[in-house]
């Protein structure tokens, strides 16, 4: 790390946030540690879940989190907010999480095909 830069925590993305917001998050890393283990890499404005490269990426809101998912195809569903295809063969997926219960079998399959391509 550079001498003088300032160094961002996890816990730094849940100053001033509703309490939900640690939940949800509590929620989406019990699902992913379940596929294995994983490294949280906290920068300024996000959380990188990283397998051996990235798997997806958490901006915390006041009261929700902004969850971009790793994928190798483009996902036709109304939960995601904003698809963009990174290169030939990636895709980044934008959902928006407001609720722990949002962490469900169809987020956790979508979760678990990321981890898979970061390993």
């Not at 798997?55 to 009261?63: E, K, M, W, Y």
């Not at 929700?64 to 030939?88: F, Y």
């Amino acid at each position: 790390m550079n001498k003088g830069a300032p160094a961002f925590t996890v816990n730094h993305h849940f100053v001033g946030k509703d309490p939900i917001v640690r939940d949800i998050y509590a929620q989406l890393k019990r699902a992913i540690t379940r596929f294995g283990p994983i490294v949280e890499e906290p920068k300024k404005t996000s959380i990188h879940i990283v397998n051996r490269t990235a798997l997806a990426g958490v901006a915390t809101r006041r009261a929700h989190l902004v969850l971009t998912i790793k994928g190798d195809r483009k996902l036709a569903s109304p939960r995601i907010h904003k698809s963009e295809q990174a290169s030939a063969n990636r895709f980044h997926h934008e959902i928006r999480l407001t609720s722990p219960a949002d962490v469900d079998e169809e987020l956790k399959g979508w979760l678990k095909a990321a981890y898979s391509l970061s390993a």
